[in-house]
């Protein structure tokens, strides 16, 4: 099969440092791609876009547009609908997000692939908890209102008044500054943030040498952090809703509950949006049951693991070489 790749600059950032969640999708759905015997030439019939939606190319005679793209709140605003139904099929990467293109007036034909990981980039790394040994907690995401960033905040300042073996790592990709509840720092658990660059092994470390991951987004397409976290090994915390109900549950995470809340959204700062957020009482208690029970998670970490390594890179690859397969025969 013969493809015409387009991704946008913002997809294609270095493969070495910090990249966006698109950067990450493309680029490993570009190799799986590869590995399942597709060509990328200019000269091909089939345009396949992978990016963000308003970035998507405009359509062009005698091609067909697949774009493997994705939002993650309602409302979708209009151009982004009008960029989305330019498409001839849409591949979304959770049922979450095909239905809010159904929900929000996107007429083209969707099929749903999940995004994955490659299972040796995410080595097991063994998870004991020592006596006295301060518990790590991770948090790795972008500074902004969807990604939970406030939550953080509120339900780390209030969730301990004594001093607990504990710690927290902020890895984000700009210096938080002023945007840190003062509380937070100013608690007696240690709180690291991590704002330079890393490289792939550095950040594969920074997962590998913590306990707890927790993840506190309000909306997400897919989110593959929690997965990365999951099939390392952490514990991870999370709410189950938007694009995450795609592999979080209570079987492999323990479920932070939610609070309905209306946000701007970052991407355009005059769309008002509503979502899920999680609710700060109930990540605040989760916190602190994990200084207690991190042990008792062992089994459910083990489930998590091999839960996480069913999303691969090559199943993503297959399923959407499936949908255009599908595409082709439809044509003929």
Not at 50 to 55: A, C, I, K, V
Not at 205 to 225: M, P
Request: glycine share 6%.
């Amino acid at each position: 099969m013969k493809l015409d790749l387009r991704i946008p600059d913002i997809a294609t950032e270095s493969a070495s440092g910090n990249r966006t969640g698109y950067a990450n999708f493309a680029l490993s759905m570009r190799r799986a791609l590869q590995q399942q015997g597709v060509e990328f030439t200019e000269a091909a019939d089939t345009i396949l876009y992978l990016g963000p939606p308003h970035l998507m190319p405009a359509t062009e005679p005698g091609k067909t547009l697949i774009a493997n793209t994705m939002w993650e709140v309602h409302p979708v605003p209009k151009d982004i609908i009008a960029s989305l139904n330019r498409a001839d099929v849409l591949v979304a990467p959770s049922q979450y997000c095909a239905s809010l293109f159904r929900r929000n007036g996107v007429r083209s034909p969707i099929h749903v692939v999940p995004l994955g990981l490659d299972p040796n980039d995410w080595p097991t790394a063994p998870r004991v908890h020592r006596a006295g040994e301060p518990l790590r907690f991770l948090w790795v995401n972008a500074r902004a209102e969807r990604k939970g960033w406030t939550f953080l905040g509120k339900a780390w300042a209030e969730a301990f008044v004594t001093r607990s073996p504990m710690t927290l790592t902020i890895k984000t990709s700009v210096d938080p500054g002023e945007d840190v509840p003062p509380d937070m720092y100013n608690s007696l658990v240690r709180v690291r943030t991590i704002a330079r660059r890393l490289s792939w092994e550095e950040l594969r470390d920074l997962y590998c040498t913590h306990h707890v991951f927790l993840c506190t987004s309000t909306a997400e397409g897919f989110g593959l952090s929690p997965m990365e976290a999951m099939a390392c090994g952490l514990l991870v915390i999370s709410p189950r809703h938007t694009g995450l109900a795609e592999y979080i549950n209570k079987g492999v995470a323990w479920v932070c509950e939610t609070d309905r809340v209306g946000m701007r959204y970052e991407e355009d700062p005059d769309l008002k949006v509503t979502t899920l957020a999680p609710k700060i009482s109930h990540l605040r208690a989760l916190i602190r049951r994990a200084v207690v029970e991190f042990d008792a998670t062992e089994a459910m970490r083990v489930n998590a693991m091999a839960h996480a390594k069913t999303f691969t890179w090559q199943r993503s690859a297959e399923g959407l070489v499936a949908a255009l397969a599908r595409r082709q025969a439809v044509a003929v």
